[in-house]
Protein backbone atom coordinates (compact mmCIF):
# COMPACT_ATOMS: atom_id res chain seq x y z
CA UNK A 1 0.00 0.00 0.00
CA UNK A 2 1.77 3.23 -1.38
CA UNK A 3 2.07 6.14 1.75
CA UNK A 4 2.88 9.30 1.16
CA UNK A 5 5.20 12.19 2.91
CA UNK A 6 4.65 15.68 2.34
CA UNK A 7 8.34 17.75 2.41
CA UNK A 8 8.42 21.14 2.77
CA UNK A 9 12.29 21.85 1.73
CA UNK A 10 15.57 20.11 1.55
CA UNK A 11 16.03 19.33 5.16
CA UNK A 12 12.63 18.16 5.59
CA UNK A 13 13.69 15.16 3.03
CA UNK A 14 17.03 14.35 4.92
CA UNK A 15 15.09 14.37 8.09
CA UNK A 16 13.01 11.82 6.63
CA UNK A 17 15.86 9.95 4.65
CA UNK A 18 17.87 9.89 7.89
CA UNK A 19 15.23 8.16 10.51
CA UNK A 20 14.75 5.72 7.64
CA UNK A 21 18.89 5.30 7.10
CA UNK A 22 18.78 4.82 11.11
CA UNK A 23 16.20 1.56 10.30
CA UNK A 24 17.75 0.37 7.44
CA UNK A 25 19.80 -3.35 7.90
CA UNK A 26 21.93 -5.22 5.34
CA UNK A 27 20.57 -6.43 2.15
CA UNK A 28 17.73 -3.83 2.22
CA UNK A 29 16.99 -2.48 -1.17
CA UNK A 30 15.81 1.42 -1.83
CA UNK A 31 14.85 2.31 -5.36
CA UNK A 32 14.52 6.08 -6.44
CA UNK A 33 12.51 7.36 -8.87
CA UNK A 34 12.49 11.33 -10.38
CA UNK A 35 12.86 13.73 -12.88
CA UNK A 36 16.52 15.09 -12.57
CA UNK A 37 16.76 17.46 -9.93
CA UNK A 38 14.03 15.69 -8.15
CA UNK A 39 16.02 15.19 -5.30
CA UNK A 40 17.27 11.35 -5.16
CA UNK A 41 20.81 12.45 -4.20
CA UNK A 42 19.60 14.66 -1.65
CA UNK A 43 17.23 12.26 -0.13
CA UNK A 44 20.44 9.76 -0.36
CA UNK A 45 22.90 12.32 1.74
CA UNK A 46 20.16 11.73 4.39
CA UNK A 47 19.99 8.01 4.06
CA UNK A 48 24.11 8.17 4.33
CA UNK A 49 23.61 10.71 7.43
CA UNK A 50 21.40 8.12 9.18
CA UNK A 51 23.78 4.96 8.51
CA UNK A 52 26.59 7.44 10.33
CA UNK A 53 28.56 7.74 7.07
CA UNK A 54 30.59 10.88 7.27
CA UNK A 55 31.67 10.90 4.07
CA UNK A 56 30.13 13.00 1.08
CA UNK A 57 27.60 11.60 -1.00
CA UNK A 58 27.71 12.98 -4.59
CA UNK A 59 25.68 11.23 -7.51
CA UNK A 60 26.72 8.38 -9.12
CA UNK A 61 26.09 9.72 -12.63
CA UNK A 62 28.95 9.03 -13.98
CA UNK A 63 30.45 6.29 -12.07
CA UNK A 64 27.64 3.80 -11.98
CA UNK A 65 28.03 3.11 -8.39
CA UNK A 66 29.54 4.46 -5.55
CA UNK A 67 30.41 2.78 -2.64
CA UNK A 68 30.55 4.40 1.28
CA UNK A 69 31.75 1.89 4.00
CA UNK A 70 32.99 3.88 6.69
CA UNK A 71 29.34 4.03 8.61
CA UNK A 72 27.20 1.67 10.29
CA UNK A 73 26.59 -0.31 7.36
CA UNK A 74 28.04 0.32 3.95
CA UNK A 75 26.38 2.19 1.25
CA UNK A 76 25.95 1.24 -2.01
CA UNK A 77 24.61 4.28 -4.07
CA UNK A 78 23.75 3.31 -7.80
CA UNK A 79 22.47 5.53 -10.76
CA UNK A 80 21.44 2.80 -14.00
CA UNK A 81 20.07 5.45 -16.19
CA UNK A 82 22.68 4.85 -18.67
CA UNK A 83 22.63 1.31 -18.34
CA UNK A 84 18.92 0.46 -19.89
CA UNK A 85 20.73 -2.46 -22.06
CA UNK A 86 23.17 -4.17 -19.74
CA UNK A 87 22.52 -6.46 -17.19
CA UNK A 88 22.69 -6.89 -13.61
CA UNK A 89 24.08 -9.93 -13.97
CA UNK A 90 27.40 -8.15 -16.26
CA UNK A 91 27.49 -5.71 -13.66
CA UNK A 92 27.70 -7.51 -10.93
CA UNK A 93 24.77 -5.75 -9.14
CA UNK A 94 23.07 -8.95 -7.93
CA UNK A 95 26.04 -9.13 -5.98
CA UNK A 96 25.38 -5.55 -3.81
CA UNK A 97 22.16 -6.41 -3.40
CA UNK A 98 23.03 -10.16 -1.78
CA UNK A 99 25.71 -8.15 -0.05
CA UNK A 100 26.63 -7.03 3.10
CA UNK A 101 25.05 -3.31 3.54
CA UNK A 102 22.59 -1.34 1.75
CA UNK A 103 21.90 -0.52 -2.38
CA UNK A 104 20.19 2.43 -3.57
CA UNK A 105 19.40 2.35 -6.98
CA UNK A 106 18.44 5.21 -8.70
CA UNK A 107 16.48 4.87 -12.11
CA UNK A 108 15.68 1.25 -11.50
CA UNK A 109 12.82 0.79 -13.56
CA UNK A 110 15.71 0.43 -16.23
CA UNK A 111 16.64 -3.14 -14.38
CA UNK A 112 12.95 -3.76 -13.52
CA UNK A 113 13.32 -7.39 -14.66
CA UNK A 114 16.65 -7.54 -12.96
CA UNK A 115 15.73 -6.85 -9.37
CA UNK A 116 14.87 -9.10 -6.48
CA UNK A 117 11.52 -8.96 -5.76
CA UNK A 118 11.65 -7.17 -2.22
CA UNK A 119 12.20 -3.46 -1.84
CA UNK A 120 11.26 -0.21 -0.97
CA UNK A 121 10.46 2.00 -3.91
CA UNK A 122 10.63 5.79 -3.40
CA UNK A 123 9.24 8.39 -6.17
CA UNK A 124 10.22 12.07 -5.40
CA UNK A 125 7.56 14.44 -7.37
CA UNK A 126 8.96 18.48 -7.23
CA UNK A 127 5.89 20.09 -5.58
CA UNK A 128 7.07 23.42 -5.76
CA UNK A 129 11.03 25.08 -5.95
CA UNK A 130 11.47 22.97 -2.49
CA UNK A 131 8.31 20.93 -1.57
CA UNK A 132 8.71 17.36 -2.15
CA UNK A 133 6.09 14.82 -2.17
CA UNK A 134 7.99 11.16 -2.03
CA UNK A 135 5.35 8.25 -2.91
CA UNK A 136 6.47 5.55 -0.73
CA UNK A 137 6.11 1.92 -2.12
CA UNK A 138 6.89 -1.17 0.38
CA UNK A 139 6.79 -4.38 -2.02
CA UNK A 140 7.63 -7.33 0.62
CA UNK A 141 6.55 -7.71 4.29
CA UNK A 142 10.39 -6.28 5.21
CA UNK A 143 9.44 -3.41 3.89
CA UNK A 144 6.09 -2.67 4.86
CA UNK A 145 7.02 -2.95 8.62
CA UNK A 146 10.18 -0.78 8.03
CA UNK A 147 7.74 1.68 5.98
CA UNK A 148 5.22 2.10 9.49
CA UNK A 149 7.85 1.64 11.96
CA UNK A 150 9.56 5.18 10.24
CA UNK A 151 5.96 6.66 10.10
CA UNK A 152 5.68 6.22 13.16
CA UNK A 153 8.53 7.75 14.94
Avoid: C
Avoid at 33 to 60: H, M, Q, R, Y
Avoid at 101 to 121: N, Q, R, T
Avoid at 140 to 151: F, K
Wanted: hydrophobic share 35%; net charge negative; no cysteine.
Amino acid sequence: MKQFFHSNNESETMDFAKKLGRKLEVGDLLLLEGDLGAGKTTFTKGLAEGLDIKKIVKSPTFTIIREYKTGRLPLYHMDVYRLEDASTDELGLFEYFQGDGVSVVEWAHYIADELPPDYLKITITRESDEGRLLTLEPVGERYVTLLAEVLES
